[in-house]
Nanobody, 131 residues
Framework: QVQLVESGGGSVQAGGSLRLFCSVS????????MAWFREGTGKERELVAS????????????VRGRFTLSKIELSGDWTKFNLILDMDNVKPDDADTYYC????????????????????WGQGIQVTVPS
């Protein structure tokens, strides 16, 4: 069973910082890709930051150097953990709905997951940046 629950969103001033949490329950999580996506009205869903199944992190160009992805293990066997997105130097364009997501990498992918592979999703959480 897979459960992804986001928290920590809200309003942040431009230039400020915000931390997003995704509480994850996922068996065999060490063989999964984990990611944060974001989507705004009229915008395509963007892959913001991700871990592949061998622990490599990637960031979109729009957030690299400002956002940091990390994980904190909770259960002793990585079936429960927090996927954390630290957002620093937030910009108005960062205002979106953020989604936590998980996927199993396809065979032969070398442990990586494409955007279309993500099939487990949280409910989303709003981040606003007042002008």
């Amino acid at each position: 069973q897979v459960q992804l629950v986001e928290s920590g969103g809200g309003s942040v001033q431009a230039g400020g910082s915000l931390r997003l949490f995704c509480s994850v329950s996922l068996d065999n999580s060490r063989s999964a890709c984990m990611a944060w996506f974001r989507e705004g009205t009229g915008k395509e869903r963007e892959l913001v930051a991700s871990y592949d199944s061998v622990g490599r992190r990637t960031y979109s160009d729009s957030v690299r150097g400002r956002f940091t992805l990390s994980k904190i293990e909770l259960s002793g066997d990585w079936t429960k953990f927090n996927l954390i997105l630290d957002m620093d130097n937030v910009k108005p364009d960062d205002a979106d709905t953020y989604y936590c997501a998980a996927a199993r990498p396809p065979p032969g992918s070398g442990g990586t997951c494409a955007r279309s592979d993500y099939n487990y999703w949280g409910q989303g959480i709003q981040v606003t940046v007042p002008s």
